[in-house]
Antibody, heavy 120, light 110 residues
Framework: EVQLVESGGGLVQPGESLRLSCAAS????????MHWVRQAPGKGLEYVSA????????YYADSVKGRFTISRDNSKNTLYLHMGSLTTEDMAVYYC?????????????WGQGTLVTVSS | QSVLTQPPSVSAAPGQKVTISCSGS????????VSWYQHLPGTAPKLLIY???KRPSGIPDRFSGSKSGTSATLGITGLQTGDEAVYYC???????????FGGGTKLTVL
């Protein structure tokens, strides 16, 4: 059974950093591209970042470019999102999602999400 | 402001059919595949349609997808109260080199 479990969310102050993790199981993690998607309170889904299966290519939404870094450790079956210079605009539930097929880009499995709160 | 445009809400009676539109441009829907997701509060989004019109195993054939040019449509027939949720379209934007979503459509089954 495919499982994605996010962790690392919490309360941080504006300007601080946080690292999210997504532990994957039930599939060959190194064979799949992975994504981060977030949902701010009362808002819709917002795409954040992607990383190819071998980590060779990364992609970022303009809203996080230069502040967030996506990475993965295929030996640990874990996806990461390092978030820096956090603002209140980054407050959201962050989901990791598996890409079903990088040729078509769709998210076939999602984690339950981890909440990031940015407040002074 | 989302890159893809969806109606904020749709509604229909149980047993009826509803369609949800998703409008984009040549850099996203026009040249890439569309997927659709169902999102209930407090849960993970669920994939309903991928590659424009394919259903993952376990998704009933009441759900269908289509694409024409720079627009896509999700259809749901035989509406049930359990279908009440927010529905999102998504695709890749080749110009932005990122995934993009619609703003979401809240379905109410009256």
């Amino acid at each position: 059974e495919v499982q994605l479990v996010e962790s690392g969310g919490g309360l941080v102050q504006p300007g601080e950093s946080l690292r999210l993790s997504c532990a994957a199981s039930g599939f060959s993690f190194s064979s799949y591209a992975m994504h981060w998607v977030r949902q701010a309170p009362g808002k819709g889904l917002e795409y954040v970042s992607a990383i190819t299966n071998n980590g060779g290519n990364t992609y970022y939404a303009d809203s996080v470019k230069g502040r967030f870094t996506i990475s993965r450790d295929n030996s640990k079956n874990t996806l990461y999102l390092h978030m820096g210079s956090l603002t209140t605009e980054d407050m959201a539930v962050y989901y990791c999602a598996r890409d079903g097929d990088w040729n078509y880009v769709y998210f076939d499995y999602w984690g339950q999400g981890t909440l990031v709160t940015v407040s002074s | 402001q989302s890159v893809l445009t969806q109606p904020p809400s749709v509604s229909a009676a149980p047993g009826q059919k509803v369609t949800i539109s998703c409008s984009g441009s040549s850099s996203n829907i026009g040249n890439n595949y569309v997927s659709w997701y169902q999102h209930l509060p407090g849960t993970a989004p669920k994939l309903l349609i991928y590659e424009n019109n394919k259903r993952p195993s376990g998704i009933p054939d009441r759900f269908s997808g289509s694409k024409s040019g720079t627009s896509a449509t999700l259809g749901i027939t035989g509406l049930q109260t359990g279908d009440e949720a927010v529905y999102y379209c998504g695709t890749w934007d080749s110009s932005l080199s990122v995934g993009v979503f619609g703003g979401g459509t809240k379905l109410t089954v009256l």
